[in-house]
């Protein structure tokens, strides 16, 4: 069985550009979930969609949002890219919302 | 508000030896579930254990088990039998379920373990 998927792998990106990443979850899972890990630093809760739905999101600007897809693979926009958005970002995925959570591989998205 | 946390930054055991690492939580959400992941220095993070809870028995998961003491908000992990390949960043985190920050997972900072041969 495959596990999250997540693509690219890196990104480069200038200032004030968009970056877009990709995730497809585990198969049957209906609850993905976005974070970033800026280096060195903890996990910070992004966005979490259900069900197609952005159920929840975290201590983000607006220029960071994204969608889930019929096929429960999910989307992660940032516009406006400042150096600070730097950072491994994180999708996982569950069975619904009490489920155990599976992380991706990641993408490292690096602003320069 | 939702919080975890991690207080020892790093920790040593001997290759073999089990090892101990705390986690403390606080929520006001009657239902949550509690999790460990490791994160190697390749940057994945890896699912090691799950308790909800509302589950009385501690969660295991081979040479990992949760030590979960409700009253006491802690949900610490149990390593037995270290191996070199457990060197790696732990961390704990909480989802809860029902109240405004369902579905939003809170990290801890990590342990950095590090098993010595």
């Known amino acids: 069985e495959a596990g999250v998927t997540q693509s690219p792998t890196h990104l480069i990106k200038t200032r004030g550009q968009q970056a877009t990443l990709r995730c497809s979850p585990i198969s049957g899972h209906t609850s993905v979930y976005w974070y970033q890990q800026a280096l060195g630093l903890g996990l910070q809760f992004l966005l979490w969609y259900d069900e197609g739905e952005e159920r929840n999101r975290g201590n983000f600007p607006p220029r960071f949002s994204g969608r889930q897809f019929p096929n429960y693979s999910s989307e992660l926009n940032v516009n406006a890219l400042e150096l600070e958005d730097s950072a491994l970002y994180l999708c996982a995925s569950s069975f619904g919302t009490g489920g155990s959570a599976f992380f991706g591989q990641g993408t490292r998205l690096t602003v320069v | 508000a939702q919080k975890i946390t991690q207080t020892q930054p790093g920790m040593f055991v001997q290759e073999k030896e089990a090892v101990t690492l705390d986690c403390t939580y606080d929520t006001s959400d009657q239902s949550y579930g509690l999790f460990w992941y490791k994160q190697p220095s390749s940057g994945e993070m890896i699912f090691l254990i799950y308790?909800?809870?509302?589950?009385?028995q501690n969660a295991t998961e081979g040479r990992y088990s949760l030590n979960f003491q409700k009253a006491r908000k802690s949900a610490n992990l149990v390593i037995s039998a270290s191996q070199l390949g457990d060197s790696a960043m732990y961390f704990c985190a909480m989802r809860e379920r029902h109240n405004t920050n369902a579905g939003k997972s809170t990290f801890g900072d990590g342990t950095t373990l590090t098993v010595k041969p």
């Open positions: 308790q909800g809870s509302y589950d009385e």
